[in-house]
């Protein structure tokens, strides 16, 4: 059943989330390194904001 809710997710998380989805590696895992490099180029995000939206993501 499908539900129609609202993404918990805010607009800059879920849009990070998509950037994320779009840089994963073809080969091996995403890093948080990696993560916040591409949060960084991406979504133009300072480090502290991307481990937030990192940490959100992965709860």
Do not use: C, F, W
């Not at 129609?4 to 950037?19: C, H, M």
């Amino acid at each position: 059943m499908i539900s129609n809710r609202q993404s918990p997710l805010t607009p800059l998380v879920q849009e990070s989330l998509d950037a994320l989805a779009k840089g994963l590696p073809s080969e091996g895992e995403l890093t948080y390194e990696h993560a916040y490099a591409i949060l960084k180029e991406q979504e133009e995000l300072a480090q502290p904001v991307a481990e937030d939206i990192i940490e959100r993501l992965y709860m």
